[in-house]
């Protein structure tokens, strides 16, 4: 089970944290990743965390803007600064990867949360 909390409306240039929180079936932490999905495009990467949390990659479009963290239990947060309206998307947390990090290929998935940037 993966939940996802804060969704919101901002201005561009503005900031909003999403914070993901999953419960699943071990105790050991598990790799994480952030994707987005806007009408009518496909569902794509935007970051990824590992396990320890030593280890982070980004999309080009959002590197240098987000920053993804995790606590020492299985919560992972996007810290997302500097927004574009072009961020507007459904944003979803996945864990456990089963195929490459970058592709929405993940056990477990987040219900999504609506992030809205207004120009």
């Known amino acids: 089970q993966v939940q996802l909390v804060e969704s919101g409306s901002v201005q561009a240039g503005g900031s909003l944290r999403l914070s993901c929180a999953a419960s699943t079936r071990t105790s050991s932490s598990e790799a994480m990743g952030w994707f987005r999905q806007a009408p009518g495009k496909e569902r794509e990467f935007v970051a990824f965390i590992n396990w320890s949390g030593g280890s982070t990659y980004y999309a080009d479009s959002v590197k240098g803007r987000f920053t993804i963290s995790r606590d020492d239990k299985n919560t992972v947060y996007l810290q997302m600064n500097s927004l574009k309206p072009e961020d507007t998307a459904v944003y979803y947390c996945?864990?456990?990867?089963?195929?490459?990090?970058?592709?929405?290929?993940?056990?477990?998935w987040g219900q999504g949360t609506q992030v809205t940037v207004s120009s």
């Open positions: 996945a864990a456990v990867p089963i195929g490459p990090y970058y592709t929405p290929e993940y056990r477990y």
